[in-house]
C-alpha cells in the first residue's frame, strides 16, 4: 500500500499559477499510474489528469491547455502544475495511485479504478 501526500495548494488571484506535489513512499513508485483528482464543496469528484508508468498523459477537458501533470520516479513525486486559474478551479486536490498491471500505456481518469489516495490539499481561486 502506497503512501501519498498532496502539497502546494493555497489561495492565488483568477489569472495565477500553483504547482501541486504529491509524494509516495513505495520505493516501487515507477509501477504506479498516477492521477489527480479535485472535489469542490457541494460537488461529486471530478478527474484532472493521469499519467502512466510510461508518461503517457490524459487530461480532463476542463483543465487541457493550461494544467500539466508530469512525475519524477527518481523521486517519488507526482505534480501538478496549474496556469491561468479560474473561480471553478476552486476545490480539494487529491493526488491517486493504482500499481500497473496494464502496460506502460495505461492510466485512468476514473476515479473507482485508484485504491490509494493522499489526503487532499486545498486550492482556492479568488476574482
Known amino acids: 500500500q502506497v503512501q501519498l501526500v498532496e502539497s502546494g495548494g493555497g489561495s492565488v488571484q483568477a489569472g495565477g499559477s500553483l504547482r501541486l506535489s504529491c509524494a509516495a513512499s513505495e520505493y516501487t513508485y515507477s509501477t504506479y499510474y498516477m492521477g489527480w483528482f479535485r472535489q469542490a464543496p457541494g460537488k461529486e469528484r471530478e478527474e484532472v489528469a493521469c499519467i502512466s508508468t510510461g508518461d503517457r498523459i490524459a487530461y480532463a477537458d476542463s483543465v487541457k491547455g493550461r494544467f500539466t501533470i508530469s512525475r519524477d520516479n527518481a523521486k517519488n513525486t507526482l505534480y501538478l502544475q496549474m496556469n491561468s486559474l479560474n473561480l471553478e478551479d476552486t476545490a480539494m486536490y487529491y493526488c491517486?495511485?493504482?500499481?500497473?498491471?496494464?502496460?506502460?500505456?495505461?492510466?485512468?481518469?476514473?476515479?473507482?479504478?485508484?485504491?490509494?489516495w493522499g489526503q487532499g490539499t486545498q486550492v482556492t481561486v479568488s476574482s
Open positions: 491517486a495511485a493504482e500499481r500497473s498491471y496494464k502496460g506502460s500505456w495505461f492510466c485512468s481518469l476514473r476515479g473507482y479504478e485508484y485504491n490509494n
